[in-house]
């Protein structure tokens, strides 16, 4: 019986960019869709408590 060690996938799950550090377009890629789901938390945010971000983080009195 022979057995092989585990392999890494080269490319992403979604797309045939492979990841990696730097400019590269995966990584603007996973960087622009935690920027959307920063953007919701905040309209969530506002939403929620009935005040702008800023206000209700602290940043203006």
């Not at 799950?13 to 492979?18: F, H, I, K, L, N």
């Not at 603007?28 to 408590?49: D, K, P, Q, T, Y």
């Amino acid at each position: 019986m022979s057995t092989t060690p585990p392999t890494t996938p080269a490319t992403s799950a979604t797309t045939g960019d492979e990841p990696a550090f730097g400019w590269s377009a995966y990584a603007e890629r996973v960087n622009g869709r935690f920027a959307m789901v920063g953007f919701v938390a905040i309209l969530v945010v506002e939403a929620i408590s009935g005040t702008t971000f800023l206000r209700w983080a602290g940043f203006v009195g």
